[in-house]
């Protein structure tokens, strides 16, 4: 395929792999061809003087026109654009396509003979950084990441936990507090629920950064900033650890459900946001929602799971018999082969010891709470 590129005119991109990967030079190609080959979650472009007659079986575009004009289409498009053009050139390229990094993508830059790859924009949360590195490695090349927290091998604050799952409240103060850890001041770390094993490098912890055991003790040692974890909301009294803190969520809350036949989704969400109010938990720490395997079909309790992005477990009754009950039920043993469903079903998902609450009947709905342990 080849893409003619016009001044302000959108180009079709037929996308495969997560990743684009442009060349617009001999060497430049003949270094992509080759990392198009050992890192397949790339689609290669390059332009069409460069033709060898094999892209079309290789899936690889070839372009007419200055590249700047393809990057518009590539920013929507792409998880992570990797460039094989000089430094300067791409700043200028992408600088008016810049919105937010949030939402920006990964972008990586390789110099023509593959020595180095630099991690451009979007190093922490779009992956710039993780990418730069996996090149790096493929091309035996020399990685250049200059983000504050990886060169120090210190905590990164806007990804910290993200690879349990975990998500920050808010992101006002992830900037400051970014800065605190970068900076090496008196950093607290509190955590309640979650993960224990975030420190990801082989040496002990920075000693600027200090771990809690509780809010309050954290507020007693007067830190500059605050990493909070947990999944219940805060009290009144804990909420100046904020001030210049990030509260994170965990995900560690267990939905046990038992529905009637034919319960709307909003009865079912409103059950579960009334009980996790009435707990104080945050709803972004939930995990999953749990029932019997004859709910596997029940479209309010996937409708739900689906919206939350919630993962959505049954299991077949002997599973949830074997689970010692509460207040085992002959009801519903009858209709259902369990003596129970929301409440074994939460044990069984969270390997919790018990429940943070035992069994709630709503309407048409049944729900049980527990928490992973950490």
Not at 220 to 233: I, M
Not at 288 to 293: H, K, T, Y
Request: net charge negative; aromatic share 8%.
């Amino acid at each position: 395929m080849t893409l003619i590129l016009e001044e302000g005119k959108e180009v079709a991109i037929n996308q495969h792999g997560p990743y684009a990967l442009i060349a617009i030079t001999k060497h430049g190609v003949e270094l992509a061809r080759n990392l198009h080959t050992k890192f397949q979650q790339t689609d290669l472009y390059y332009m069409s003087k460069f033709e060898r007659g094999d892209e079309d079986l290789r899936n690889i575009s070839l372009f007419e026109g200055n590249v700047r004009m393809l990057l518009p289409s590539l920013f929507k498009t792409y998880k992570g654009i990797i460039m094989i053009v000089s430094l300067g050139a791409v700043v200028r390229m992408i600088a008016p396509l810049l919105k937010d990094k949030k939402t920006d993508p990964a972008v990586v830059v390789i110099d023509d003979k593959g020595q180095h790859v630099i991690s451009v924009l979007s190093g922490h949360l779009g992956g710039a950084n993780e990418l730069t590195n996996e090149i790096a490695e493929l091309l035996q090349a020399t990685p250049v990441i200059t983000t504050a927290s990886d060169v120090q091998k210190t905590i990164p604050v806007d990804l910290f936990g993200s690879k349990f799952g975990w998500v920050w409240e808010s992101a006002e103060k992830l900037t400051p507090v970014s800065a605190s850890v970068v900076n090496e001041e008196h950093v607290a770390v509190v955590q309640e629920s979650g993960e224990k094993k975030w420190w990801n490098y082989d040496r002990p912890l920075p000693e600027t950064i200090k771990v809690y055991q509780t809010i309050e003790e954290a507020l007693q040692a007067k830190p500059n900033a605050a990493l909070v974890v947990t999944h219940r909301n805060l009290k009144e009294n804990e909420k100046q650890i904020l001030n210049n803190g990030v509260l994170y969520r965990p995900k560690v809350i267990v939905i046990g459900m038992g529905c009637n036949r034919g319960t709307s989704a909003e009865e079912i969400e409103q059950v579960i946001f009334d009980t996790l109010n009435e707990l104080g938990y945050s709803i972004k720490s939930v995990k999953a929602i749990c029932s019997i395997d004859l709910k596997k079909d029940e479209e309010g309790l996937l409708a739900v799971a689906q919206k939350y992005n919630w993962e959505f477990t049954c299991y077949p009754a002997d599973e949830l018999n074997q689970i010692e009950m509460s207040a085992p039920s002959d009801t519903v043993f009858k209709y259902t082969g369990a003596y129970g469903v929301s409440e074994p079903a939460a044990l069984l998902y969270s390997g919790a010891e018990k429940l943070s609450l035992i069994k709630k009947k709503s309407g048409n709905v049944t729900i049980s709470v527990a928490i992973i342990p950490n």
